[in-house]
């Protein structure tokens, strides 16, 4: 049985102050589904800090982390040091990351298997464009994606990883994928995975405009554990009431 898991991606956004909200906010819910927030690396502390404080469930992560475990590497932060600061997830392969800062799926899996050597949870994201779905190659490409990272996983840890599926022409456009296009790609996913990972336990995220609105009808089916949710995981109220579509 997967457990589902609704994953907040500040990007560069966020305060000590949001920290604190979210942490004494997050401090009574007795939902089941796991939550995880990923402020930026400078926040991290603050955020798991504020957690224990409060007794607040709530997981912390890194958005990035460097491909490399030490060494001149100027403005790189570490898993280690992540995890140092309280992070137990790590986000990779972001479409940002890869379109913004030249990241190929070999880089991809370094950071992933990096992470994991340290005992952390990569979340991996895969994606197409609006012009690659456009031509009907979106389920190759993303299989691509998937094959691509999860061959390059150190063989002991593979199993320990999340994937999360969002379409770049649905991240941050307001134009969520429908439930018959996440469904279907998902189960796509899982079935390109399975050479490599054990697919049927992992958990596969959908991200991609996700909101109060949209996520019960996305969160409800068979193959979505969860969300990876960006603009609106920036509000407590609106975090919360994604999870408690799941
Ligand atoms: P969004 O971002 O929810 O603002 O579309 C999702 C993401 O980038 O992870």
Redesign the pocket.
Known sequence: MRKQIVVG?W?LNGTTVLCHQFASGLADYKGSVELVICPPATHIDCLAGAASAHHSKVGVGGQNVAAQFSGAYTGEVSASMLQELGACYGIVG???RRALFGETSEMVAQKANRLLEVGMTPII?VGESSLVREGGEHGKFVGRQVTEVLSRLAPSVESAVILAY?PIW????GNTASPEQVQSMHAHIRAVAAPFINSVATRVLY????TPDNAASLLELPDVDGA??????LELDKFLAIAGGC
């Open positions: 991606n990007k972001h479409s940002e994201c969002e649905a991240v941050g456009t991200g991609g405009s996700v990876l949710v960006g603009g609106a995981s």
